[in-house]
C-alpha cells in the first residue's frame, strides 16, 4: 500500500536516482521533477533513466527565462553579493526551483516533497523554507537527515552498490574530487580536495572560464544599456552583435566572460546553518553586470539614497544566501529596492580583457551628474566662499572629541 506521492527534486545523478528507488522501497509513488536552469545536461536521458526507475511520472520543466528574469534580475538591481564576494548564483537558484517543485506538488496532489540536500549545508535550508512558505503544511522528505538512509549509505561506495544491485546505470565518467553545481549564473565548486582551505585549485577544475593567461590578447568592448535598472540591451559594435532578451543578454555577457577568464573566485564563507565553508566560484556574465550596473547606480541615484540602498543591498544578500526568498522581510526589502531603481537609466560602456571589467564611460538621460557644477575651469552656480563655513560646522564635532581626549588624557 502507497503511502503517498512525493515530488522529488531530481538531478539524474547517481545521488537523486539512488534516492528515487529508495523512495520507492519505502512505498511512495514517486514524481520526478528536473529543472533546466541552463546547466549542461542531457534533460531526454534523464527523463527515460527516471522512467526506467519507476517514477510514476517526470517533469523537465525549462526554467531558464523565469530563473534570469524573476530572480538573477532583482539581485542585479540589488548588488547583491554576499559577504562582499560570492555572487549567489547557487542561493538564487534554489527558490526558482522551489517553486516549481511546489506548483507540480499542487497539480499532481502530492502530499510530499523530497531533495537530495545533505544535512551540512546551505540548500537543505533554502529548499525547505521555500516549500514551506509556499505550501504550508506540505510533508518533506529529506533523506540525508533520515538516519536509516545516510546510516546505510555512508558513502559514493555503498550508493554505487546500492545502485549496481537495483539497476541504476552508474556514472561512465570518473568522479571529479569534488562537488560541482551549474547553472545559467554560475558554476561552483566545493567539498573533497578543496576542503582544505590551503589546497590550490587544479587548472582543470574550471569549467566555465579560461584562465585569464590564456584568455585573448585583445578586449571586447561592450556597450549595456540599463531601464529601472535591469539590463535591457548589450551591444558589441565591433562584431555587429546586438542581444536585447534578459536571457539572451546574460548567455552572451557569459560568452564574452567566459572567454577573458571574469568572475572567478576562491573564498571562504560562513554557512547559515553555521559552520565556514570553502567554495570556488565562476560567474563570468554576473560579475560583469554587476560592475556596469554599479556604475550606472551611481552615475544616476542621489547620495543618501545610496547609502541606504547599500544596506538594503547587504541585507537583501543575506536573505537569499539563508534561504528566505518567501519572506515578508524579503518583500519588504525587494520594494523598497525596486522604488530605488526608478531612475535608473543609461547605458554603460566597459571592456573586458585578462580577468577584468574596465569601465569606460557612461551616459544617462537621468544623470545626477552636473559637469557644469563640478568642473575645475567654471564657477557655476556655486560660490566657493560656502565651503568655509560648510568646513567649520563640520569641524566642531572633530574639535570636541580632541576636547575630550585632552580631558581624559589630564585626568590620568
Known sequence: MTKGTVVLAYSGGLDTSCILVWLK???????????????????????KKA???????????????????????????????????????????????????????????????????????NDQIRFELAFHALLPGVKIIAPWRIPEFYNRFRGRTDLMAYAQKHGIPLPVTSQAPWSMDANLMHISYESGILENPKNQAPSDLYQMTKSPEDSPSSPDVLELQFKN????????????????????ILLFLNEIGSKHGVGRIDIVENRFIGMKSRGIYET??????????????????????????????????????????????????R??????????????????????????????????????LVSMDVQGDYDPC???????????????????????????
Not at 522501497?25 to 531526454?44: K, L, R, T
Not at 540591451?233 to 536585447?244: D, L
Not at 560583469?288 to 547587504?314: C, P, S, W
Request: glycine share 8%.
Open 25 to 47: 522501497e519505502q512505498c511512495y509513488d514517486v514524481i520526478a521533477y528536473m529543472a533546466n536552469i541552463g546547466q549542461d545536461e542531457d534533460f531526454e536521458s534523464a527523463r
Open 51 to 121: 522512467e526506467n526507475l519507476g517514477a510514476k511520472k517526470v517533469f523537465v520543466e525549462d526554467l531558464r527565462t523565469e530563473f534570469v528574469e524573476d530572480f538573477i534580475l532583482p539581485a542585479v538591481q540589488a548588488n547583491a553579493v554576499y559577504e562582499d564576494r560570492y555572487l549567489l548564483g547557487t542561493a538564487l537558484a534554489r527558490p526558482c526551483i522551489a517553486r516549481r517543485q511546489i506548483e507540480i506538488a499542487r497539480r499532481e496532489g502530492a502530499q510530499f516533497v523530497a531533495h537530495g540536500a545533505t544535512g551540512k549545508g
Open 229 to 248: 535598472g535591469i539590463p535591457v540591451r548589450v551591444v558589441n559594435e565591433k562584431q555587429g552583435i546586438s542581444k536585447e532578451t534578459p536571457l539572451d
Open 284 to 333: 563570468p556574465g554576473g560579475t560583469i553586470l554587476l560592475e556596469a550596473h554599479l556604475d550606472m547606480e551611481t552615475f544616476t541615484m542621489d547620495k543618501e539614497v545610496r547609502r541606504i540602498k547599500q544596506g538594503l543591498g547587504v541585507k537583501f544578500s543575506e536573505l537569499v544566501y539563508n534561504g528566505f526568498w518567501y519572506s515578508p522581510e524579503f518583500d519588504f526589502v
Open 335 to 372: 520594494h523598497c529596492i525596486n522604488k530605488s531603481q526608478e531612475n535608473i537609466e543609461g547605458k554603460v560602456q566597459l571592456s573586458v580583457f585578462k580577468g577584468q571589467v574596465y569601465i569606460l564611460g557612461r551616459e544617462s538621460p537621468k544623470s545626477l551628474y552636473n559637469e557644469e
Open 386 to 412: 560656502d565651503a568655509s563655513g560648510f568646513i567649520k560646522i563640520n569641524a566642531i564635532r572633530l574639535k570636541e572629541h580632541q576636547r575630550l581626549q585632552g580631558l581624559s588624557g589630564t585626568k590620568q
